[in-house]
């Protein structure tokens, strides 16, 4: 479907009804009937699907799927589904990937291929001897990991592809000794093949170095394959433009302030995860792992103005995968997948880090603007309203009520929420009361 047709059937999506929305996702391609079908099913999911991903189950917990919208990335138009329970997320993200959409674009590539895996061996009585050794037998090694464990990935254009040898000191007077196995996985995580292949050259190494390997394991730290996204905005005011260059400045120089804006940047990667059921831990994990990778903590994000044209780029280690796993498993999964129409591992991984990069320009404008509290607290007058106990016919007159305070005062609290409840319940009574007298 052409990118202008998307664009209209995106005019007014979320203040549509919930099947209307289906129907329009239905429309532009991103569901099938039988997708509307499942997704209407108001019973959840049989325990015995459960059973099959986890121990000790009594149930599910579920989180709400919503679709970003607006995203158009490396030219082409996506609906993305994102499962998450915070409000403004989505808003924010569909709201900055149209302004993005009307004056700029998002372009991503992937650098490098392979993951990583590790072999430690904690006290190398003769690091030298245990190097030479372990060069001298790194193709035999390779070769007969790829025919014996990692053929699988081998026939579809993967496997191991070097191995690394690191030497590490101890305080103790001893050296370790780190192993890097470099694997391509594919389209596949990778988590349990690279385990494999790790603890398959376990015996082999002691044998041919007389040395102990004491543990065996995948990295999350995957600097090896790194995921790259870069927007490029044109037509942004100057001074709006300079406050976002500043704003992400602050968050290169203080971890206090990374964190946070890391965090800002997951907000938009974990939801997309989740919903494909991939690993999002393993995701963060590599994220702050890179983020510290110069020795302080620092943004995985950079915004740059050049007088024209505002620039960001996000770049980071996003390991995912389309196939093993829950991602061919769990129903909501394969058709979130589906819809995105991710090709490839690497594919999912540049739409996941666009919309990462798309979320965080979201919370750096507010905070250059109106602030993150007048942004996100309109979206989250809703949450107070239902946790301040309001019925369904009290509903709009407290929303009311809290956006008149949050207009005057900058701030809403649940408290607020249930003053204001209160005040209507109490006006109510004494109407009654009016009434029959």
Request: charge should be neutral; aromatic fraction near 6%.
């Amino acid at each position: 479907m052409a990118t202008q047709q998307i664009s209209e059937l995106f005019e007014g999506f979320s203040k549509l009804a919930k099947q209307e929305r289906l129907d329009r996702l239905v429309k532009m391609g991103a569901l099938t009937a039988d997708d509307v079908k499942y997704l209407n099913q108001t019973a959840g999911l049989p325990t015995d699907l459960a059973e099959k991903f986890i121990e000790n189950v009594i149930g599910y917990f579920q989180l709400p799927l919503g679709i970003a919208a607006n995203l158009c990335i490396d030219g082409k138009d996506y609906a993305v589904p994102m499962a998450v329970e915070e409000t403004s997320i989505i808003a924010a993200v569909s709201k900055t990937a149209k302004w993005i959409k009307n004056h700029g674009e998002i372009t991503t590539e992937t650098i490098g291929s392979d993951s990583i895996g590790q072999i430690q061996l904690a006290k190398v009585k003769d690091f030298v001897a245990f190097e030479k050794a372990i060069l001298m037998h790194k193709a035999d090694f390779i070769q007969a990991a790829n025919r014996d464990v990692a053929h699988g990935l081998v026939s579809r254009g993967g496997g191991i592809t070097d191995l690394i040898i690191r030497k590490i000191p101890r305080a103790d007077g001893f050296n370790m000794a780190v192993l890097h196995v470099q694997v391509n996985t594919c389209d596949a995580m990778g988590a349990n093949i690279i385990n494999q292949i790790c603890e398959y050259l376990k015996e082999p190494i002691q044998i041919l170095t007389g040395e102990k390997v004491t543990m065996c394991i995948l990295s999350n730290l995957n600097d090896t394959k790194l995921t790259r996204a870069k927007v490029i905005l044109r037509n942004v005011d100057p001074v709006l433009a300079e406050a976002i260059a500043e704003s992400s400045l602050f968050a290169q120089y203080d971890p206090y302030r990374a964190a946070t804006n890391n965090k800002g940047v997951l907000n938009g990667i974990d939801p997309i995860l989740i919903a494909t059921g991939n690993d999002w831990r393993a995701v963060e994990a590599g994220v702050h792992a890179y983020a510290a990778r110069s020795g302080q903590y620092r943004s995985i994000t950079e915004w740059t103005f050049d007088g024209k044209k505002l620039i960001g780029v996000f770049e980071a280690p996003i390991a995912v995968g389309i196939v093993g796993g829950v991602t061919k498993l769990h129903p909501t999964a394969i058709l979130c997948l589906n819809m995105l129409g991710a090709v490839n591992a690497n594919h999912l991984s540049r739409i996941v880090a666009a919309v990462g990069l798309v979320q965080n320009l979201g919370a750096l404008t507010a905070l250059s603007t109106v602030g993150i509290i007048q942004g996100h607290m309109k979206l989250h007058i809703t949450n107070l309203t239902l946790g301040a106990g309001a019925q369904a016919h009290e509903v709009p007159y407290v929303q009311r009520k809290l956006e008149e305070t949050l207009q005057l005062t900058k701030r809403v609290s649940l408290s607020h929420a249930i003053e204001v409840l209160d005040e209507l319940r109490a006006l109510n009574t004494a109407t009654a009361k009016s009434a029959v007298l």
